[in-house]
């Protein structure tokens, strides 16, 4: 099964092959399978340009030397983007270090401009060392922690490392989204869920509804919020 086969009108569908695999030992080794099965292009949250967290970071006016930490960056495309951009301050961080592996690959030379981390959002070691962060990007990474005390372990995380004057993208599936991705169930929001989680310290600057079409072509239904900390 690839990505390529997921149906297009049953939202309790996977968008990439692990579910018909053996149950992964671990998370991270659940999400190395996906990303050492399945070609980037296939996965099913791959972007070509992606041209939603492009605008929102065009919003922000960072400098070049702006911290931009990447969560759950995977294969994205938006690390090269962003170094085209001119940013040169940039962390990419996931729990898979297959995917990081794989990006590195892909940048080719540019991969010594970006910090590389492997941890885990909802254990973090390694991210509790780095500086104070400028933008902290999600794209399709929080909806996956369905615990409260996972999703408590991420914001305060994000609360400690973002800097006042900082900024936060969240890119999840919003309410009419799928129930599961990746063989993982998904917990989905909308803008006033989000806002609710990031606090009162944070005031929203930009939200909209983006529908994203995967490989295989089905539908998935996005909420995109920025939000600046204030407080
Ligand atoms: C759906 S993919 C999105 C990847 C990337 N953000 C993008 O837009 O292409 C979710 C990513 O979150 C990562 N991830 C899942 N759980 C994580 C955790 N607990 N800590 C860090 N990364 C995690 C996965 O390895 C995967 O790369």
Request: glycine content about 6%; overall charge negative; proline content about 4%.
């Amino acid at each position: 099964m690839t990505g390529e086969s997921c149906n297009i009108n049953d939202k309790e569908k996977s968008c990439c092959s692990t579910p018909a695999q053996e149950p992964a030992a671990s998370l991270k080794e659940h999400w190395n399978n996906a990303y050492l099965n399945n070609a980037e292009d296939k996965l099913g949250w791959y972007e070509e340009f992606p041209q939603e967290s492009i605008c929102l970071v065009d919003k922000c006016n960072l400098s070049p030397d702006s911290v931009i930490l990447n969560v759950g960056a995977g294969t994205t495309t938006l690390i090269g983007f962003l170094l085209l951009m001119g940013y040169t301050n940039i962390i990419a961080t996931d729990i898979s270090n297959d995917s990081l592996a794989k990006l590195k690959t892909s940048l080719g030379d540019e991969e010594d401009k970006i910090t590389w981390i492997v941890d885990d959002l909802t254990k973090p070691v390694l991210l509790k060392n780095i500086p104070p962060v400028d933008l902290w990007i999600d794209r399709a990474v929080l909806h996956f922690f369905t615990e409260a005390g996972d999703q408590d372990t991420y914001f305060e995380l994000l609360k400690s490392k973002v800097r006042k004057g900082g900024f936060v993208i969240f890119a999840e599936y919003n309410l009419d989204g799928a129930t599961q991705c990746a063989g993982l169930p998904i917990n989905r929001y909308n803008q006033e869920m989000l806002a609710e989680k990031i606090g009162n310290n944070f005031s929203l600057t930009d939200s909209f509804e983006y529908s994203y079409f995967m490989p295989s072509g089905a539908e998935r239904p996005y909420v995109y919020t920025l939000f600046r900390k204030t407080g």
